[in-house]
């Protein structure tokens, strides 16, 4: 057995790999980065034949890509290997941002054999030569930690796991493994470009870093691992802190006293941290905006974090806002199907609608025109029959008024819902109760 190999099956039992049980799906696509990944599981795994998948997508994006499945086609056959493919229609490439519809398409791809063959895992060939290259393009874009550390070893996948096997071995190694056995591979001659950023690192820049340490890659890897532990400790350290809670889509709200429990050098990553968790846009603060926000945590305000996300401060509570809507209020017609800001409600008379979820109850007037909008600058009708005005409505639940545009509601000639915040109940016979859905 080759050293590689031995090295290989301890990485397996590592990563916690049954090879005489477990069923896998190996992504190939005839290069030598996966070839060697799918050789060194046919030699690892007791049971090959039952145990092993390959799944391969053709992109049509090359001339040779027949040629590659042709290739896949043989080895299988040889082994006795079973084989999924795929063909990516051309009439489903976008215009732009190929590269990323590619990869959700190939995952998309690969849960679905992975169902089809009732596998624990995914594998995929990324190596160590990868991880120094996604590091030095991480740096260049964007310098996030959290993304320099973003190809895991080991992370869930749908109803499995994703497993990236080979990030401790170099590129040289691999090749080196497939000559000394006499795999046949394909050669990807886009690779070959500088077309792209990722080749232009590989093919310019770490050959540089080489020449001044050959123990390059290994270092990447243990760049990686340090990071990838010093933010994992970071993210357990807000998650535990944190008490924000979702208001509405474009509204959070959380306690002054969360930022309280972490050293104010963190106050920064831990605002990145919460807009990500709000809205999946992770902010990066300048020096004065870190400034700014040390003062209005202590004193209030409001701060301008991007061209969409304001943080503001009032009390002992703060909120983040991302992207004003600006959108006409539309008629409601009752137990029909309103589609309001791409999304499907109902006001209905009953108290269930197949499909859909109650999100609210309310009573309103008999011979009214409902709307459903924004918050709008009109009175609450109060049980009592009496009016409140909206920014009083507001203040008990400790919400600015500027906010109220944050929210939906329901109204005629008053307010008789407004989202998380209020709704009218009638003690009169004049008044019918009606029910809020959202589609599921």
């Not at 340090?226 to 008490?243: C, G, I, M, R, S």
């Not at 990066?284 to 304001?310: A, M």
């Not at 809507?325 to 999304?343: A, G, S, V, Y």
Request: aromatic share 10%; glycine share 4%; with cysteine.
């Amino acid at each position: 057995m080759m050293a590689i190999q031995r090295v290989f099956e301890q990485k397996l039992k590592d990563l916690q790999i049954d090879i005489k049980l477990d069923r896998i799906v190996v992504a190939v696509s005839a290069g030598p980065d996966s070839m060697a990944l799918l050789d060194l599981l046919y030699h690892s795994l007791y049971y090959p034949k039952d145990q092993l998948v390959i799944a391969h997508v053709n992109h049509q994006l090359r001339v040779d890509s027949e040629q590659e499945l042709r290739l896949l086609q043989s080895y299988a056959k040889d082994k006795g290997l079973t084989i999924e493919s795929y063909d990516w229609p051309e009439t489903l490439h976008p215009g732009t941002g190929i590269e990323a519809a590619a990869r959700q398409m190939r995952y998309q791809f690969f849960q679905e054999v992975q169902k089809k063959e009732n596998a624990n895992y995914v594998m995929t060939a990324h190596h160590g030569d990868d991880v120094l290259e996604t590091i030095l393009l991480k740096l260049v874009r964007s310098g996030d930690a959290q993304e320099m550390s973003s190809l895991a070893a080991k992370r869930p996948f749908f109803e499995g796991q994703l497993v990236r096997p080979l990030l401790n071995f170099s590129k040289e190694q691999l090749l080196d493994y497939l000559n000394s056995q006499g795999i046949v591979y394909i050669t990807d001659e886009t690779n070959n470009t500088d077309f792209t950023m990722r080749n232009r690192m590989r093919h310019h820049v770490i050959p540089i870093l080489r020449k001044e340490t050959p123990y390059i890659v290994e270092n990447g890897q243990r760049y990686q691992r340090t990071v990838t532990k010093l933010t994992q400790a970071q993210t357990t350290l807000f998650e535990l802190v944190t008490t924000q809670r979702q208001v509405t889509t474009n509204l959070y709200q959380g306690e002054i006293k969360d930022f309280t429990k972490i050293p104010t050098t963190n106050w920064s990553d831990y605002l990145s941290y919460l807009t990500m968790k709000a809205f999946s846009d992770k902010v990066f603060l300048s020096e004065q905006q870190h400034k700014q926000l040390k003062h209005i945590l202590i004193k209030g305000g409001s701060l301008t974090l991007t061209n969409k996300i304001q943080f503001l401060v009032k009390n002992d509570t703060f909120f983040l806002t991302y992207d004003k809507l600006r959108i006409t209020p539309q008629l409601i017609e009752l137990n029909k199907p309103l589609l309001f800001c791409e999304q499907q409600y109902i006001v209905s008379t009953g108290k269930k609608v197949e499909g859909f979820e109650c999100i609210g109850v309310f009573d309103v007037p008999l011979d009214q025109n409902l709307y459903l909008g924004l918050t709008p600058n009109q009175s609450v009708l109060l049980s009592n029959d009496h009016h409140q005005k909206v920014k009083k409505v507001f203040a008990k639940v400790g919400i600015p008024t500027i906010l109220k545009e944050y929210f939906l509601a329901i109204y005629g000639s008053d307010i008789y819902w407004i989202q998380n915040i209020y709704s009218y109940n009638s003690l009169s016979q004049q008044s019918r109760k009606l029910y809020f859905f959202v589609a599921k």
